[in-house]
């Protein structure tokens, strides 16, 4: 009996020791969303996961920063498609709520024409009734078959699209895919879509301007990006109390639960690959053995920076000839009085913003009348500024690529400020404990990021599912991708989705 014990507690042992050994090591480069999300992910199935970031904290795009007592989301601040986060925190057996308390905003947005002209978009749907139909007569009607779409698109996308990797034609020759294909406006624009239903230039702006959260201009974005309407006034505007960096908060957490390890303020240099595979990650400290790598950094840097010429998907021809998001003109303002006329999230919609999406994307330039967004996550969580204060986030579209000087600066931020104290017809020049400018240098300098992009790749037909750079390389087989420049695309959310993506590949292919 006591050696029959022994043989199995021995045997036990063995186990525990030769699954030690077989475990497979994976590296993450780039502690992003994705980057996060994917080591949870295998780190709960048992692989032996790091995790390397070049900055001091996770969370890449959606970091946060303390200045003066004043906290800024430096990056996403629309927390949409609260499903998703649901449903990624369900896979470990939690809930949201066990990492943050979500409040719903409402109104979910203020929306300014000019100084004179603004409308509060509210939570419930019907609470809109007034506003559509002082905006186009009949406008609310027409505005709800416009959601129904809207709400059939997005369901039909989630339910057969979004989840996939898209390694080949295959992928879209499923059957149920190729049955709602012809019913998701894929060939159409979102401003053909929305024209479709209302002709009000003011209501067509309101429903496309969450079109720039996709990296692109409802002019060359596919119409099945007008899902995002259905997100956006059916799934609500939400808020993490304390801040959008709770996300970020929570999958490090998470990871850390699964065993995850992480290694902060250390940038990788270089992928070693061996007869086609990865063998090791470098960084200018160490090196890293690896089974397996996962890069959550910025596609384009992975290929060009860090791979050998040879081993490279997608060369330097290529990433030339995609369609960028935008990058941002940012401004962080820590302002010491209440500014009375803003919500939590404001937008002002100029009359020419044509001529703004024309800067953007059709002849790269610094935008002389562009249209822009404040945030005030004060209005909502009194621990992001001091008392009677507010902290304000202003974001101006503009092309990536373009000239980042300190004249080009200092002439926007003026601009920007003189037109935001004209709309909401208060000064802030004169009260300013807090200032912070996140520009393409900083794009550049903090997440290596092509040519300054804020969101990556924009969403066009032509970038979208099987024509969007691929989840694993062609040239590496153990080398995969994540985040924003791969499937599904931009957004916090999809970030979520794309390391589900990523992870299930891994596991499939890489017992
Ligand atoms: C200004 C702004 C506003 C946004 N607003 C919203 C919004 O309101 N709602 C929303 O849902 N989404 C929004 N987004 C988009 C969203 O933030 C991103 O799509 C998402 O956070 C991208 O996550 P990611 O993991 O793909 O990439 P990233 O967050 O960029 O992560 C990549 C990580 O890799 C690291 N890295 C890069 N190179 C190296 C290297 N050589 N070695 C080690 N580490 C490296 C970077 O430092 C970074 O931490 C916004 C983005 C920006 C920039």
């Known amino acids: 009996m006591f050696n029959l014990t022994q043989d199995v507690f021995t045997g036990i042992i063995f186990f525990i020791i030769l699954n030690f050994f077989a475990m497979k090591k994976v590296v993450i480069i780039g502690a992003g969303l994705a980057g996060l999300a994917t ?13 390397i970031e070049k900055n001091e904290q996770p969370g890449g795009r959606a970091r946060k920063e303390l200045d003066n007592s004043f906290l800024y989301d430096i990056g996403p601040s629309w927390y949409m498609m609260p499903e998703v986060f649901d ?37 419930r749907v019907e609470d809109n009734k007034d506003v559509f139909n002082k905006l186009e007569k009949d406008g ?123 290694r902060f303020n250390e940038p990788v240099t270089a992928i070693s690959v061996s007869n086609g595979s990865a063998v090791s990650v470098k960084t200018d400290q160490d090196s890293y053995d690896a089974d397996i790598v996962v890069s959550g950094a910025d596609y384009p840097h992975t290929e060009l920076d860090l791979l050998p010429e040879v081993y490279r998907t997608y060369g330097k021809k290529y990433w030339e000839k995609r369609k960028l998001s935008p990058s941002c003109f940012n401004i962080f303002l820590g302002v010491g009085k209440k500014i009375e006329k803003l919500r939590h999230h404001n937008l002002y919609l100029d009359p020419n913003w044509d001529q703004h999406f024309a800067d953007v994307r059709d002849n790269p330039r610094w935008p002389d009348n562009p249209s822009y967004y404040v945030c005030a996550t004060s209005k909502t969580d009194k621990t992001v500024a001091p008392d009677g204060c507010e902290n304000l986030f202003f974001l101006v579209p503009v092309a990536p690529g373009l000239d980042d000087t300190d004249e080009v600066r200092d002439h926007m931020y003026q601009r920007t400020i003189a037109h935001f104290e004209e709309l909401v017809g208060q000064k802030v020049s004169d009260s300013i404990r807090s200032k912070m400018i996140f520009a393409q240098r900083e794009f550049r300098s903090y997440y290596n990021s092509y040519k300054g992009t804020a969101f990556g790749l924009a969403h066009t037909l032509l970038q979208t599912a099987i024509f969007r750079p691929r989840v694993k390389s062609k040239k590496v087989k153990n080398l995969y991708y994540t985040g924003q420049f791969t499937q599904p695309g931009v957004g916090m959310p999809i970030a979520l989705i794309s390391a589900e993506i990523v992870a299930n590949k891994i596991l499939k292919e890489q017992k």
Do not use: C, M
């Not at 709960?44 to 995790?51: A, E, I, L, Q, W």
């Not at 149920?176 to 012809?182: E, M, N, T, Y």
């Open 39 to 51: 080591s949870a992910l295998l780190g709960k199935k048992g692989y032996s996961v790091t995790v």
């Open 87 to 123: 449903r990624y925190f369900e896979l470990f057996g939690k809930k949201t709520s066990d990492f943050y308390k979500l409040i719903r905003l409402d109104p979910s947005y203020r929306i300014f024409f000019s100084d004179s002209e603004f409308y509060d978009i509210r939570a």
């Open 140 to 262: 609310y009607n027409k505005f709800l078959k416009y959601l129904e779409k809207s709400k059939f698109i997005y369901e039909s996308s989630l339910e057969h699209l979004v989840y996939k990797d898209y390694d080949d034609l295959g992928d879209i020759l499923d059957p149920k895919i190729l049955a709602i294909v012809p019913k998701l406006s894929l060939l159409s624009t979102v401003h053909k879509e929305v024209s479709r239903y209302v002709e009000d230039p003011r209501l067509q702006k309101l429903l496309e301007f969450t079109t720039v959260f996709l990296g692109a201009s409802p002019y060359e974005a596919s119409g099945l990006y007008s899902l995002i309407s259905h997100a956006d006034f059916n799934l609500g505007i939400w808020y993490p109390d304390g801040g959008i960096w709770k996300v970020a908060d929570a999958l490090y957490r998470l990871a850390q639960d699964n065993n995850v390890e992480f």
